[in-house]
């Protein structure tokens, strides 16, 4: 089993509506949570970033974190083209940036259809 | 303010060589981390790098080696080239180590193709 598991996709949905990212993890001493958006052939860009459970908005996006299910969530209202995307959740037992670094799932292609 | 910067951005090289990549952190960070992304898979820590010494390494050979700078800037060389480094080589920096912090800036990374 993999440390953090995430579908890959693709996920198409139409423009307006609200997408649904999801990451599951094993690893218990997870405690910073981050979802960075990756355009095709450029660097991850961080979006959202939130320690421990409980959640966290920011304009569109609300990012969710359930330790107890191991299980963190990225909500984007009114979804855009330009959302067009990949989305990588990533985590970490250490603040810093991770001394340990971080742990990434394999991303989720997300498609907003015009 | 320049945010972190990573050359060359494209190169080929043959099995067996050797390559050296090059970063420059975002102005103020001081410490910085490679990772290793395969097309269609998530970054893969390699290193990170901190006061010029190599505090933590992921799942990597020694093939694998790093440099940072008193500038902050650091250097990934990866010697004796497989097939299977072919990637996009991202580096992210960070602020100084405060408690709460600790977003990472990725760079646009370089990819390397081995022929």
């Known amino acids: 089993q993999k440390e953090v598991e995430q579908d890959p996709g693709p996920l198409s949905v139409p423009e307006g509506a609200i997408v649904s990212l999801n990451c599951t993890y094993s690893?218990?001493?997870?405690?910073?949570f981050m979802w960075y958006r990756q355009y095709s052939r450029k660097g991850p860009e961080l979006l959202m970033y939130?320690?421990?459970?409980g959640n966290k908005e920011d304009g569109r996006f609300t990012a969710q974190v359930d330790k107890s299910s191991k299980y963190i969530s990225l909500f984007i209202r009114d979804s855009q083209p330009s959302d067009s995307a990949t989305y990588l959740c990533a985590m970490t037992s250490w603040a810093g940036g991770g001394a340990d670094g971080l742990t990434f799932g394999k991303g989720t292609h997300l498609i907003i259809q015009p | 303010d320049a945010g972190v910067t990573q050359s060359p951005t494209h190169l080929i090289k043959t099995r067996g060589q050797q390559v050296t990549l090059r970063c420059s952190p975002k102005?103020?960070?001081?410490?910085v981390s490679w990772y290793q992304q395969a097309l269609g898979q998530g970054p893969q820590f390699i290193f990170q790098y901190y006061e010029e010494e190599e505090r933590q390494r992921g799942n990597f050979p020694d093939r694998f080696s790093g440099h940072q700078f008193p500038n902050y800037s650091s250097e990934l060389n990866v010697n004796a080239l497989l097939l299977g480094d072919s990637a996009l080589y991202l580096c992210?920096?960070?602020?100084?180590?405060?408690?709460?912090?600790?977003?990472?800036?990725f760079g646009e990374g370089s990819r390397l193709t081995v022929l």
């Open positions: 992210a920096s960070t602020l100084p180590q405060v408690e709460g912090t600790g977003e990472l800036f």
């Open positions: 690893n218990s001493a997870f405690q910073y």
């Open positions: 102005s103020g960070h001081d410490t």
């Open positions: 939130t320690y421990s459970s």
